[in-house]
């Protein structure tokens, strides 16, 4: 290779954030290099890391995203080499069974799983990165281009990959779950039978995980003994148990926030995500929505649910105003839909739909004159501090 893999890995990032239709990819790199379109769309989505792949499939992404690249980054050899080879995917049968397994309550098993083992299930794309139930995804800015990556802690990584080749670490657990609704299971005499399944999402050990892959791809003869945990969740016990496992190990207070599925806030939250009757379905996310979950949330609790206790009633009443004046909002100019909102306007406008009569009017204003307000100020940690408030109340008064 002409230049280091982390740049290749760095280029191909950045031009999956330049390129808004990707259905076009998808098909290219299918036909010409057989490479699963699946794969293709979670590398794009970012959930898959390019760099957790081999040479042959950063080939293939560059080739699909910038042919006349190719020449840049691989030599005449690996070109030729590459060019000709087809992307095999490792056959996947069902049923799929786990031995030994041994129940631990109604939906949780414990058992044990190979190094080996495990990327074989990654080879076959059996196991998943489902960002909705991780703990966060980093934003990447780099000029005009904007993505987001699977956030890793790169010191972590390497440290345990070291440990695992050194042989001193000590066995630690990987958490799989059999999505409650994709999954058909049987468990008998200690095995777990899988009948039907889409993926299984990796909720918990993922840098063990990618420690194990990356040790595999210098060394195919790795093998490391790991304690596997499956679990039967649905997606909200899924975003349960991560926040019960971020309060042993910490991650940005919002973000371990935004995944308590007991918060009014992020109740209210998944409601007008999923009601048809919203404007805002489907426009609220953790990483990548057009309206940020934990700044969102952050909001809620602040200016619906300050004092931090809130009956059914109370949620229910606050969904139904919060509906109505999002209905409102977005049918006010239809441009929201497709827009991106920023922390600053995230609070301005739920800070005005609780506090001001005229808020369609009120928030159009202050976001004209965002500028004018500290950026400082704007936090989405949950503490509002009362120097906003007061800078916005001052803002709206020289309307």
């Not at 002409?2 to 998808?26: D, F, P, Q, V």
């Not at 992307?87 to 058992?111: A, H, R, T, Y």
């Not at 998943?128 to 281009?145: D, F, P, W």
């Not at 990584?157 to 670490?169: C, D, P, Q």
């Amino acid at each position: 290779m002409k230049r280091s893999r982390e740049a290749l890995n760095e280029r191909i990032m950045s031009l999956i954030s330049k390129t808004e239709e990707r259905r076009g990819l998808y098909g290219s790199l299918e036909e010409k290099f057989a490479m699963p379109i699946s794969l293709t769309a979670d590398i794009c989505a970012g959930r898959e890391l390019i760099s957790e792949h081999n040479d042959f499939v950063a080939f293939c992404m560059l080739s699909g995203l910038a042919s006349d690249e190719v020449g840049k980054y691989f030599t005449d050899d690996e070109i030729k080499m590459f060019s000709a080879e087809k992307f095999e995917k490792p056959e996947f049968e069902l049923p799929l069974v786990f031995k030994n397994m041994v129940q631990i309550s109604q939906d949780q098993w414990i058992g044990r799983i190979t190094a080996k083992e495990l990327m074989a299930l990654k080879e076959a794309q059996v196991i998943k990165y489902n960002e909705n139930t991780q703990r966060t995804m980093k934003r990447i800015v780099r000029g005009e281009s904007r993505y987001y990556k699977i956030a890793l802690n790169e010191k972590s990584v390497r440290e345990i990959k070291e440990a695992l080749e050194s042989g001193i670490y000590i066995s630690d657990d990987i958490t799989l779950n059999m999505p409650v609704e994709t999954t058909e299971f049987t468990y008998n005499k200690g095995n777990i039978t899988i009948s039907e399944l889409d993926k299984l999402d990796i909720i918990d050990g993922y840098h063990r995980y990618i420690a194990i892959s990356r040790a595999m791809l210098e060394n195919e003869d790795f093998d490391y003994p790991m304690e596997l945990r499956l679990v039967n969740y649905s997606e909200e016990k899924a975003k349960q148990l991560i926040y019960q496992k971020d309060q042993k190990t910490k991650m940005r207070q919002v973000d371990s926030a935004a995944l308590n599925q007991y918060n009014p806030a992020n109740i209210v939250i998944d409601q007008l995500n999923s009601d048809p009757g919203s404007n805002i379905q489907g426009m609220v996310a953790r990483n990548g929505g057009k309206i940020n979950q934990a700044d969102l949330s952050a909001f809620i609790n602040a200016f619906y649910f300050s004092t931090g206790k809130a009956t059914r009633k109370d949620i229910l009443e606050v969904k139904k105003d919060l509906q109505q004046k999002f209905n409102s909002y977005i049918s006010s100019d239809l441009n929201l839909v497709d827009h991106v909102f920023t922390l600053k306007e995230t609070a301005i406008i739920i800070y005005c739909f609780k506090n001001v009569t005229d808020y369609i009017d009120a928030i159009k204003y202050l976001i004209e004159n965002e500028d004018k307000i500290p950026t400082s100020l704007f936090n989405s940690s949950g503490k509002v501090r009362r120097k906003l408030v007061n800078e916005i109340n001052a803002l709206l008064e020289k309307r």
